[in-house]
Each structure stands twice: as C-alpha cells, then as structure tokens.
C-alpha cells in the first residue's frame, strides 16, 4: 500500500474519486479489494453518514471504511458520480456531487446531490461529512416493497 504523493486536497480527492470508480467497476463492495482505496484514507479517518440513512452512523478507520462500503453495496446496486464541483480546496475541501443510484431492492433509480465536507491532512483523507439534501427520499427507496393483496 503507497500513501499519495501530492498534499493538496483538489489533487488527492481527484485520485480519490478515480481509485472509487476503479474500485466500482472491479465489483465494488464485496467483489473487489478495499486496498484499491486505502492509500487515499488516513489510518484514524472517521466517515459521518447521517444517522437516519441505512448505513448512517460514524465508521473509523481503514476497516470501518471498507464496512461502510460493504454496507453501502447491500443497498446500492448502481451508484455512480454523475458530476463534481470542487466548492472549496483548502484543508477541509466542499465538493458538491451528483449521483445517479439504483436500489438493490427495489429497482427505484434516484438522482440526488450530495456536499461533502472532506478535510486532508499530509496527502490523506482524515474526515468527512456528507449532506444528503433529502435523507428520506434515500430511506423510502431503500426500504424493501411492501407487498401488496
């Protein structure tokens, strides 16, 4: 595992968003190795997803993040970047993102921003805090279909 090089956090998130979508394409959580991703993320890095969401919580470290992204794959079949604006770039960077997701199992799609704030310390990721603009349009579409008579 190689730690990345440049410092600045435009350059490292960019590396970043390129190792996730590798990872993504190898099978994604479950079917491709965290490792492609580690090297981005601090030892002690913490991920705050919302509580309400179906993986929300606090993940710590390299192994909360590869569980983070476990957990993310049992509801997420698709989930791609569609475009990112890079708000802010200092120490804690503002990147505004928007996705296009499918659920694993519903089949829903949905089209949704996220802005994070993501802050990097000597070339690695050590927080971040997404902000999902409706966490209950993401939880009614994950919620499994009720059946019906």
């Not at 394409?25 to 309400?52: I, K, N």
């Not at 990147?95 to 519903?106: I, N």
């Not at 000597?122 to 902000?131: A, K, L, M, S, Y």
């Amino acid at each position: 595992m190689t730690t990345p090089s440049p410092t600045d956090s435009m350059t490292v998130l960019t590396r970043m968003y390129a190792a996730e979508a590798e990872y993504l394409a190898a099978g994604g959580p479950g079917g491709a190795s965290f490792d492609t991703l580690a090297p981005f993320f601090a030892p002690h890095v913490e991920l705050h997803q919302a509580d309400a969401l179906p993986y929300g919580g606090t993940w710590r470290g390299h192994e909360g993040m590869a569980r983070f992204f476990l957990a993310m794959g049992r509801f997420w079949e698709e989930f791609e970047l569609l475009e990112q604006e890079f708000l802010a770039t200092g120490k804690t960077a503002v990147v505004l993102t928007r996705v296009r997701a499918r659920v694993r199992a519903t089949g829903r799609e949905l089209r949704f921003p996220i802005l994070q704030t993501i802050t990097v310390e000597d070339g690695r990721i050590t927080e971040v805090h997404p902000f999902y603009w409706d966490t209950r349009a993401i939880v009614d579409a994950c919620a499994a279909p009720v059946p019906t008579d």
